[in-house]
């Protein structure tokens, strides 16, 4: 069974922060059924304050600052198991 955690992020100080009006995260984590293996899926939906999309770069900012926060937890569970059991 997948797990799903769904929230609104408030990001603050950065360029690509500031040209947001909101940001919503879905983080999906689903067992591949071998052994301790798992599929993280990660959704973005954000809106810009003028309601155009982020250039190509800045999305792949937000891409790379989700799965930098994936491959942090992934390191946690790695060492700590049992939270995740």
């Given at each position: 069974m997948a797990r799903v955690s769904?929230?609104?992020m408030v990001v603050e100080g950065s360029a690509l922060a500031a040209q947001l009006k909101s940001?919503?995260?879905e983080v999906r984590v689903t067992p591949t059924g071998e052994?301790?293996?798992y599929v993280v899926s990660v959704t973005v939906e954000y809106e810009r304050l003028?309601?155009?999309p982020l250039a190509p770069e800045d999305q792949a900012k937000l891409v790379q600052r989700y799965?930098?926060?994936v491959k942090r937890v992934e390191?946690?569970?790695i060492a700590h198991p049992s939270e995740f059991a």
């Open positions: 769904r929230s609104k940001q919503v995260s052994g301790a293996s003028d309601g155009a799965l930098g926060l390191e946690y569970l």
